[in-house]
């Protein structure tokens, strides 16, 4: 019986990632450099890891750079950006849906605190959380289970009693690790991306509904045509 919904935020709930990428991007072609891709997304979902932009950026200029005057530049330009975007479709209503059903409904981030908060408040969206898990709550993010297994923990729930929505593999795994079923909904810049385990792949969250959660329907088939 699934008691509760846990939501990643970055690309999930608020398309923060696509931006992130083109600020820096344009940053990069400043100095006639492209920005991969491939290596970009796997920064997508965690933090650290194994890409690091800047540095990146540095060695294929070939000289130091100022790369916390860089960090200022991008973070500027690319807050100027998110404040323009609105939650991904279907968001809201799942939310309200998942509120009007019973189910408890959490958040679990790899993005600090302070940020998370700031964005679900300009949203209007921190009232329909019932805990707000993140970077700062845990020694590990994602793809570590440490966020999911403390957001049921928070929220009085089974892992097995609780549904992951992620956009990233790195969120996928951490929720499947934690014993989770997971809905997975690229974004434009993760679709490209294998998210091995998952339990349901849709296009938008606007094809998803609480009902379809709740009776197990949604599990049944991807509108991909995928049975997981």
């Known amino acids: 019986m699934i008691r509760a919904v846990i939501f990643d935020f970055d690309g999930t709930i608020l398309d923060t990632e696509t931006p992130a990428y083109l600020t820096l991007k344009e940053i990069y072609q400043k100095y006639g450099i492209e920005l ?8 997508i979902g965690t933090r650290g890891g194994e890409f690091d932009p800047l540095g990146y950026l540095e060695t294929c200029v070939g000289r130091p750079l100022d790369k916390e005057a860089i960090l200022q530049r991008w973070r500027a330009r690319h807050q100027k950006m998110v404040e323009q975007q609105r939650p991904l479709p279907g968001v809201e209503r799942l939310l309200q849906e998942a509120k009007a059903k019973g189910l408890k409904v959490g958040l679990a981030s790899s993005s600090d605190r302070e940020v998370i908060l700031h964005r679900l408040n300009m949203l209007d969206l921190l009232s329909d959380f019932d805990c707000v898990c993140t970077a700062d709550d845990v020694e590990h993010v994602k793809p570590d289970p440490a966020l999911y297994l403390l957001a049921v923990s928070r929220l009085g729930v089974r892992p097995e009693e609780a549904v992951a929505v992620e956009d990233s593999p790195n969120g996928a795994l951490a929720a499947k690790r934690a014993g989770m079923r997971c809905v997975v909904v690229p974004n434009p810049m993760t679709e490209g991306l294998d998210f091995g385990e998952y ?17 197990g329907s949604a599990f049944s088939v991807s509108v991909k045509g995928e049975r997981r």
Request: hydrophobic fraction near 35%; charged fraction near 40%.
């Open 36 to 43: 991969p891709l491939d290596e970009w997304c796997k920064c």
């Open 199 to 215: 339990d349901l792949r849709l296009d938008s969250l606007e094809e998803l509904t609480v009902d379809g959660l709740l009776d």
